[in-house]
Each structure stands twice: as C-alpha cells, then as structure tokens.
C-alpha cells in the first residue's frame, strides 16, 4: 500500500469541480494511463518484487493494459499478495468523490437512489470529498464463513425498521465489492469461498452490477476484481467454479525466484533482523531454500514458502542478540554456528513426503550442509587453505559454539606465521570488524570439514574443529 505524498485538492462542490477542468476516467482507464506513464518514465510500477521481471510481470502489465480482472495462481510464499497490494499505487493518488455517499461515487455519476435524488436536488451545490489511493484498494482474505452479503450485499433490518418499504432500494445495506466501486477489490484464497457465493459474484465479474434478495436494482459498478488461489485448492480445500474462472480475463501463473540473488534480495526486504547476518549466510538460507525445493523427500505440491528462509534468518539474528547478550559482546553478527537454530525450530513449515517420517532431521541437516559447500566453493574458489589444514592436524583445536563470542572464536585460532590467510578469507567476503571476520573464518572452517580435510566434532552446546 502506499501513502499520503501530497494534500488533497481544495474543492468542495461539483460546480467547483467542473470549474476546474476535472475530467471522469472509467477505472481501467484510469490503471491503463497510470501504468503506462510510470513505464514512459522509466520508474518502477512493482517495488519489492523480484524474480518476476521476465515473467509474471510482463504478463500482469499486459492484462491490466487489456483491462481485465486477474487471478494469480501459484503455491504459497510466491508473493501474490504483495503483487495485489501494489495494484493500488496504479491509481490516482486523490479521486473525488460524492461527500456522504455509501458507494464512493464519482460527483459526474452518482449511481444510487439516494445519490441521484442529492445530485437534482443540490445540483452545482453538491458536497464533494477526496479519497486517497489507499482507501481504494481493498482486501478480503476468503474464509468459508463469508456470506453474499459481505461480498455482495443485503436487506438492512434497521432501515426497514425506520419506516421504509421493504421494496425501497434504499433499504439494501452493500458489501464489501459494491463498496469498492471505483477501486480494486482482492480476494485471497478465492477456492475458499463456498460455490454459492462465488455465483453471487458472477453478475459482478460480468455485467458489473449486483443482485440482492431479488431486488430490480442493476448498479454500473466500476471495480476491479483481483484474486489469489493455490492451484492444489482446486482439488484440496475447494476449487473456483468455471463459470467465474472463465470471467477473468487473465489467469497468471506465479513462482519462487528462479535466481539466487532474487532470492537473496526477498530476504533481505522482508526480514526483520534484529543482529547483523552476514551476506553469506542469507546466501546459505537462500541455497538452503532452494535446495528443498528440488528434493525428493519434500512434498513440492505444497511448496517451500519464501517464509522459510525470512524466518531462518530472523532466527539466526535472534540467537546472534541472545550470545551477544549473554556474553557482554559489543556486537551481535551471526555465525554458521547459528544456522543450526534456524533448521531447529523450522522443520515444522516444511510438508515431507508420506515415506520420510523419522528422517526429517537428517533431510535438513544434509540440504543445509550442502548450501554451506556451495557458498564455500562459490566465495573461497582459489584460496589456498593449506597453512590452516596443516596447523590443525598439528594438534591445533578451533573451539566455536552458540555462546562463544567472536573475540574467544578469533583468539584460539591457530598462528599460521606469514600467511595471510585470515586477512584472505576476511577480504573475500568483505569483512569488518571482529564479528564479521569471525563469521568469515568459521564459514571456511566448516567448508574444510565439509570437504573432509578436517574434523569436527559438537556435543549441542560447543563445537571443535580439529
């Protein structure tokens, strides 16, 4: 969602409205000149999204150009919602509206009974009001419990109590999509919502007007209709009725970044870290991430969520806040030792295959090992690790742990005379300071064990490279 920039215009009329030369976009339009003059100005209509830029992006920009409803198809953690969310800054920031009215109309066009009757009898007079962009995007999570009218609409009792006829349109108190009029409607997990409601939404998603209780009311609504859905829903938990999927106009089919540094980059934006991790560690979680998503032993039909690797990294923080804490350290940097605590209390958000039971610990700890070597070989290619090797199967010992501070880490480091390994590994990741050369050492330390050229040897609390 995006926020205030700018005051809102100062005009409080039609008359004074139409004085100032204001011109009537339809919605679509409306989206269709935004989008195009942000891509003329070569600005970026999508901000926060990555790994999308070749695919599902190019296929959204051309469905929203067409004018069509859309729903975006993909398993969890693809970034659909953050998709939906930033539709709403493809609006004009300040659109006028009828003061008062329930349905947001447009001063030019008011659409209700009740409008209609102010706009004759004001006329020029008529009170106008400004709505932000913000306050045109809404969200509706769909949960079997919701109702035609939440969405749609229904007879208000209290109206009718008020002395109105019961066939008075005025009488209809409007849900969320008719609400909406003049904005963007996104509704998540749409297969969630029960069959009989999503025919209530058919008339909206074709003729744009809306049916309740059998009034003769037809509206001109003016809204767009997101949606978001996991394709197994189709066949889990419900499924979209066809004759609603075949009113959108453009069916997107998103997926987790198919580049590293795109994954990378998701972490970076969406974790809250409360310690510093270090670039090569999020690369791990990130190869980490991956990596399941390519085994066997994991059930891919339910995806591994991006959230996966946000939370490994908000985890190691945590712990690198905790030892830090603990152990009167100036500075919280996380370390290898600290990924163990993200695959500790992660497992749970992986689904793994019917014949895995019992093996989920050893899957983990094998794909995490595996991300490790390949950020190793990635960042340590060319380095000669000879000295370290040597000194360690000299007897030297390497004494790490969850509670060992980077300055009791980097003391009990073998002496490797002229070499300038440390300084070495320490400028291949661009390391500064003793927690970030600590978290660079310990990284080739545990790539030297991974490659068997030395041991290790851990009892839960510390662990000995030796």
Partial sequence: ????????????????????????????????????????????????????????????????????????????????TRILRTLGG?????????????????????????????????????????????????EKLATPDTSV?????????????????????????????????????????????????????????EERDIQVRGYVLRLPLDVLVVASANPEDYTNRGRIITPLKDRFGAEIRTHYPTRLEAEVAVIRQEADLV????????????????????????????????????????????????????????????RVVDLQAAVDVLAGKIEFETGEEGRESEVLTHLLRTATADAVRQHFAGLDFGPLVAAIEDGAMVTTGEQVTARQFLSELPVLGESELYDDIADRLEAVGSGEIAAAIELALEGLYLARKVGKDTDGIETVYG
């Fill in 275 to 334: 310690a510093d991790v270090p670039d090569h560690l999020v690369e791990i979680l990130a190869r980490f991430t991956r990596n399941l998503r390519e085994s066997s032993s994991v059930d891919q039909r339910s995806g591994v969520s991006a959230r996966f690797a946000i939370a490994g990294a908000e985890t190691i923080a945590a712990a690198a806040l905790h030892r830090a804490t603990t152990q009167g350290e100036d500075e919280a940097v996380a």
């Fill in 90 to 138: 493809l609006l004009d920031e300040w659109t006028p509206v009828i003061a008062g009215a329930e349905l947001g109309e447009h001063p030019y066009d008011p659409i209700t009974h009740e409008s209609q009757r102010r706009a004759l009898e004001l006329g020029d007079r008529l009170p106008v009001a400004w709505r932000h962009r913000d306050e045109r995007y809404v």
């Fill in 149 to 205: 009218a939440d969405l749609i609409g229904d007879v208000d009792p209290m109206k009718v109590a008020e002395g109105r006829s019961l066939g008075d349109p005025e009488t209809i108190h409007f849900g969320l999509i008719p609400r909406s009029h003049r904005g963007i409607v996104a509704i998540n997990e749409l297969p969630d919502l029960a069959e009989r409601i999503q025919v209530a939404m058919l008339n909206v998603m």
């Fill in 1 to 80: 969602m995006t926020t205030t920039a700018t005051q809102a215009p100062n005009i409080t009329t039609v008359g004074e409205l139409r004085a100032s030369g204001h011109l009537q976009k339809p919605l679509r339009v409306e989206i269709r000149d935004n989008l195009l003059a942000k891509l003329r100005a070569g600005d970026d209509p999508w901000p926060g999204l990555h790994g999308f830029e070749s695919t599902v992006i190019p296929q959204l920009e051309r469905a929203l150009l067409a004018g069509h409803d859309v729903v975006l198809l993909g398993e969890r953690g693809q970034g659909k």
